[in-house]
Each structure stands twice: as C-alpha cells, then as structure tokens.
C-alpha cells in the first residue's frame, strides 16, 4: 500500500472516532472500499493472464536489445498497466531492459517488446520474469511470476576496421582484385595440372588423349583461387607467461572487441577465418569462410570466462606457426581508456611482430577499434613486445 494513503486513512479514522463526524466516517469508508477493490481487481486480472518470454537470439554488447513478452487475457476484465521485468541476480536484471504494456483486452494477445542497450558480452540465463501491475489508484502492487529457462548470448562489440589492416593480417598477401596468388586445384578455372582417377571423380574431367598415352585413366584439375587465410590468437597470457592479470579486465575486453572486429571485418572481404586463445581456455577454430564459421567465432568469444583458470598447456608450435596476427592487451596507462596491441606475423606466417607505430595501417588500427566501450587498437614500435 502506498504509504500516503495509509497516513491519510489513519489521520481521518482518528479524526472520525474523536469527532464522530458522520462526513469523516463516510470518507475513511469510501477510501477502504477503493483499496479493497484496488487490491481485489490486481489479483483477479492476473490469474487470467498468461504469459511466455519469446526466445531471445543473440545480441551484441552496447547494440540495442529487445526482448519480448506474448500476453494472453483469458478472463473477462481487461488488463491494465502491466510491466514486465526479468527476476535474477540483481545485477544483472538491472542491466536488462523492462517492457510497459498500457491494455490487454479480454481473449487479446499483445506482443510487448523491452528494448534498451544490450549488457556485456556473455551468457546470461534467464530463469523467470515477472508481470506486476499498480492499476487501479496505484495503491497496491500485484505481480505474478511466470518461470521459463531461456538462454541470452550477448556477442562482443564489432567496430568497422579499414581493408588495408585486415589484408595486412592475410596469408598469402591478396592480390589487387582481393584474391590470393596462390591457387589450388579445383573443378573450373585454368588448367593446373593432371593426375590418376580417383572413384567419385566426374567423368567430364577425363583427359582421355592423355589416359591413352599413359595406359590409365588421367584426370584435368582445373586451377581455383584459394582465398586468403586471417588467423587470429588472442593472447590474454601475462608476460610471464601464466594466466593474464584478471585485475586488468578491461584491457582483456579490448582485446576481445578487437579479436572480434577483426574476425568480422576478414569474413566480410571473403577471407578464410580462424581463431585460437592462450591464456583462456577455448576451443580452437581452424581456417574456413561461412556464415555459420563466422557465428560460431563470435559465439565463443562471447563465451570466454576471464575469471576461469587458465589453461595448462600453451598453443602447439604448429597453431602459432599459422598464426597471422596476434590480439593482447596492452599494459595500462593510468587515465588512458583500456588499449589491445596488434602484432602482424611476418611474411610466411613466422615470428609475429607488432605492427610499426606510424604509417597508414596504425593510424586505422587506433581509429578502427574505437568504440562504445572504449576499446582502441594500441600500435607500438617494433620490438617492444
């Protein structure tokens, strides 16, 4: 009960029994009615609701979220001013958005959507929501509980990043028209070179003049470009090689925001895409160029629990070796936003070495990872890290 309320019906029943004014008993009785029907109407305006969550998709951190709620009045009285909040943690439910329904008709349905800021990246489970309304005076609250288990996956912020940084980031370099020099066999294209048939190879790509002279079947292998390859480590290690300083979290974040600019921006310009981790344990992706290959990237960077221990073993030799660019955060400066440090392998895939602090492709890197959470690419001279 709103506490006003409560002060002004004690004040006029107090008044009423030392005045036994007829006017004043006739007022705290009007007053105890209107509570009693507010307090009865809640309750019977939702037991007839029901109510389901919509499954959430996935989000990015700082991008609008919207979550929806289906309502459905099966009573006979409408349902008014109805709100409509996650239950949970504190601190998490605070981040999320709540959702304002002003009418649900009799045998109605409404779909109320909550939209506001998405939180930080992770998973959240969301185990139950709550409808409450104050309608009608606004003296009592009534809510009812509605438990559904949904799943929230909130994806690391993306920024654009120049073409410039992440071609820089590509084994075998690109070409001018975006595709590598390199090729590999295929079944279109130029000629690329002859072999023995295999079972479940097409007969149109016999070569028959060329079985004959060899005494067995030969097959065309035609020449098909094979796109560039950006291989990114997230290296969240401590320079002293064990786990990184978990006090330094927003250094981690930028270096994650950055791991997934970069893996976004390289499926966009059609590169092949993989992903490792040291430091924090995740399962390695190798090389590929699907949408699917990209989700997956981005879903387990939304994964990474940086207050898990880390792993005990580092990346093989071989992972590092096809690395192309590596992502770690920069140490702190005091009054300066959380920084990441881009290091670029060297031509052939080999000892990777930070990106030279001027130039064209620095500039982009620091302007490129700026964004919402305050995740810039830090670039430093050679040989400082």
């Not at 387990?300 to 030799?317: H, I, Q, T, V």
Request: glycine share 10%; with cysteine.
């Amino acid at each position: 009960m709103a506490p006003g309320f409560f002060g002004a019906a004690v004040l006029v029943l107090a008044t009423a029994l030392y005045t036994q004014a007829n006017l004043l008993f006739w007022l705290f009785g009007l007053g105890a009615g209107a509570a009693a029907f507010a307090l009865l109407h809640g309750s019977l305006v939702l037991r007839r609701l029901e109510a389901t969550r919509v499954r959430p998709g996935r989000c990015v951190a700082g991008a609008p979220l919207s979550l929806g709620y289906t309502l459905r009045n099966r009573g006979r009285l409408a349902c008014l001013s109805l709100r409509v909040r996650e239950l949970g943690d504190a601190a998490e439910v605070d981040a999320l958005p709540w959702a304002w329904v002003p009418q649900v008709r009799p045998g109605a349905a409404v779909l109320a959507e909550a939209t506001g800021p998405a939180p930080g990246r992770g998973e959240r489970r969301l185990t139950a929501f709550e409808v409450s309304t104050t309608f009608p005076l606004g003296l009592f609250r009534r809510s009812r509980v509605f438990e559904q288990e949904d799943v929230l996956r909130v994806l690391p912020g993306v920024t654009p990043l120049a073409p410039r940084l992440v071609a820089r980031a590509a084994r075998p370099l690109p070409g001018p028209d975006g595709v590598a020099a390199r090729v590999a066999p295929g079944v279109e294209g130029d000629f690329y070179g002859s072999r023995g048939y295999r079972p479940g190879d097409p007969l149109r790509t016999l070569d028959w003049k060329r079985s004959a002279r060899q005494g067995e079947l030969m097959v065309r292998e035609l020449a098909r470009p094979e796109p560039p390859r950006v291989v990114v480590l997230l290296d969240l290690r401590s320079p002293e090689g064990g786990a990184a300083d978990r006090a330094d979290a927003e250094a981690a974040e930028a270096a994650i925001r950055v791991a997934a600019s970069l893996v976004a921006r390289a499926h966009a310009g059609g590169f092949r895409v993989g992903l490792h981790a040291a430091g924090v344990s995740m399962p390695g992706f190798t090389p590929h160029h699907a949408l699917a290959h990209r989700d997956r990237l981005l879903a387990a960077l939304g994964r990474l629990d940086l207050s898990a221990p880390p792993p005990a073993a580092d990346p093989s030799p071989r992972v590092l070796h096809d690395v192309t660019v590596r992502v770690c955060p920069a140490a702190a400066t005091p009054g300066e936003p959380a920084a990441a440090v881009l290091c670029f392998a060297a031509t052939g895939g080999r000892n990777p070495r930070p990106v030279a602090a001027e130039g064209p492709v620095a500039q982009a890197v620091a302007v490129a990872a700026a964004g919402p959470a305050a995740a810039r690419a830090h670039a430093v001279a050679e040989g400082t890290r």
